[in-house]
Each structure stands twice: as structure tokens, then as C-alpha cells.
């Protein structure tokens, strides 16, 4: 069973930067992908990175280059680092493992953690 635990989030005011990390129990190079989504109030999850192992990070749209999804192999955590931070971006930030085992793809999460963009 693989566990992936969040922290980082937090209150800041717009224009701000938080950091979220994702520890997982196991080596993340184990993991196909590791992603990054959110869950705003009254929306659906959406992706927001990911970052493939041996690959180039993507970003979707409302991110890009505001954004940086990072893996530390030594420290089996991934990272996000958001910056120019704005209201829409207030959500409940999750961490997601995806990886082929046993002849099956996995998807594993971490519980959330929350940030929250206000002046």
C-alpha cells in the first residue's frame, strides 16, 4: 500500500508563494507519474501537473509559468511550487502516484492539503 502524505498548504495573499510537498512511503521512481490536482469549493478535481519519471514536467493552462512541479528522488517527495498565486487558485491540493504493477495500472493519493488565496 502506498502512502503519500501532503504538506505545505496554508493561507496567502494574492500575488504570494507556497510550496507543497508529497513524501511518499515508497521510491517515486517506481512511479510512472506523479501529478499534482486540486479540488476548488463547487468545481470538480482538475490536474494541474505532472511530471512523467525520466520525463518533462506539463502544466495545464491556468499555471503555466507560475507553477513548478519537481521530484527529489533522494527524498521520495515530489514538490509544487506556486508563486504569483490568485484567488482561483484556492483549493484543496492533492497528490497522485500512478504506476503499472503487477499487469495493472494503480493510482494512489495523499489526504489534501488546503490553500487558500485571500487578501
Known amino acids: 500500500q502506498v502512502q503519500l502524505v501532503e504538506s505545505g498548504g496554508g493561507s496567502v495573499q494574492p500575488g504570494g508563494s507556497l510550496r507543497l510537498s508529497c513524501a511518499a512511503s515508497?521510491?517515486?521512481?517506481?512511479?510512472?507519474?506523479m501529478r499534482w490536482y486540486r479540488r476548488a469549493p463547487g468545481k470538480q478535481r482538475e490536474l494541474v501537473a505532472y511530471v512523467p519519471s525520466g520525463g518533462s514536467p506539463s502544466y495545464v493552462d491556468a499555471v503555466k509559468g507560475r507553477f513548478t512541479i519537481s521530484r527529489d528522488s533522494s527524498k521520495n517527495t515530489v514538490f509544487l511550487q506556486m508563486n504569483s498565486l490568485n484567488y482561483e487558485d484556492t483549493a484543496v491540493y492533492y497528490c497522485n502516484a500512478h504506476f503499472l504493477r503487477e499487469r495493472r495500472w494503480n493510482d494512489y493519493w495523499g489526504q489534501g492539503t488546503q490553500v487558500t488565496v485571500s487578501s
Open positions: 515508497e521510491r517515486i521512481s517506481s512511479f510512472n507519474v
